[in-house]
């Protein structure tokens, strides 16, 4: 078992998907705005809600223009945002690299969404942090 997992990271490494300029710089800029996110969410955010009493640790999550805020949660439900983002980075990251030698186009469309999902989750963060402080 361990023996496959080394070979499919070997296989992840030796990729020539690593030269190729669009797809590192999109892969560069996914992980950037993804660190983003969570240095946000932890210097804006995490210092407003970490003192509050268990009975107020409710917070907006989100808004809705035609009903205002409609979804209430506990604080540490803004971390999902992040984390999803993350995933969704590792999961297209890898199937990029996988398929990069067979599919060539569909390794940048899945790096380049995958990129375009994380600017849209940071400005979600924005936003449910702008409704919260």
């Known amino acids: 078992m361990l023996i496959h997992f080394h070979q499919f990271i070997n296989k992840l490494k030796n990729t020539p998907a690593w030269k190729n300029k669009l797809i590192l710089i999109s892969s560069g800029i996914g992980i950037l705005i993804n660190i983003l996110i969570w240095l946000l969410i932890y210097y804006k955010f995490y210092p407003a809600v970490y003192n509050l ?3 107020q ?3 907006p999550l989100h808004y809705n223009i035609y009903l205002g805020i409609d979804l209430f949660g506990r604080w540490q439900k803004i971390f999902y945002l992040p984390g999803i983002g993350l995933a ?3 999961i297209n990251t890898i199937f990029a690299l996988i398929i990069y030698n067979k599919k060539e186009l ?3 469309f899945l790096t380049i969404t995958s990129t375009v999902c994380q600017v849209l989750l ?3 963060t924005l936003l449910t942090i702008l409704i919260n402080i």
Do not use: N
Request: charged residues 15%; aromatic residues 34%.
């Open 53 to 55: 009493p268990e009975e």
């Open 57 to 59: 640790a409710f917070i």
């Open 88 to 90: 969704i980075f590792l």
């Open 106 to 108: 569909v390794s940048y």
């Open 122 to 124: 940071f400005f979600s």
